[in-house]
């Protein structure tokens, strides 16, 4: 059964830096994509992040240049740089992964970033 655990979250001011891990566990295979969405209350779910095994990513617009994605394939793990924070990006953070072998893909619980003004 593959499960993602998010570890990183946490309160931060404004201006400041978390770093966001996430591995999934479960699985034999490395996953095609692996990524970051977020979901801020009252809002819906939206794509932060994405990268695929073959190191393309995508960032959304609102987080270019100051959030970085990257990942181990080796580990199965997914990692998010998040710099210059601002309390607009308050929200729960959720790890993505999809794996075509398997037919689905995986969401974790979440975790939350708290970014005070």
């Known amino acids: 059964q593959v499960q993602l655990a998010e570890f990183g979250g946490g309160l931060v001011q404004f201006g400041g830096s978390l770093r966001l891990s996430c591995t999934a566990s479960?699985?034999?295979?490395?996953?095609?994509?692996m990524g970051w969405h977020r979901q801020a209350t009252g809002l819906e779910r939206e794509m932060v992040a994405r990268?695929?095994?073959?190191?393309?990513?995508v960032v959304a617009d609102s987080v270019k240049g100051r959030f970085t994605i990257s990942r181990d394939n080796a580990k199965n793990t997914v990692y998010l740089e998040m710099n210059n924070l601002k309390p607009e990006d308050t929200a729960h953070y959720y790890c993505?992964?999809?794996?075509?072998?398997?037919?689905?893909?995986?969401w974790g619980q979440g975790t939350l970033v708290a970014v005070s003004p």
């Open positions: 993505y992964a999809y794996s075509p072998k398997i037919g689905r893909d995986f």
């Open positions: 479960g699985s034999a295979e490395s996953f095609y994509a």
């Open positions: 990268m695929w095994s073959d190191g393309a990513t």
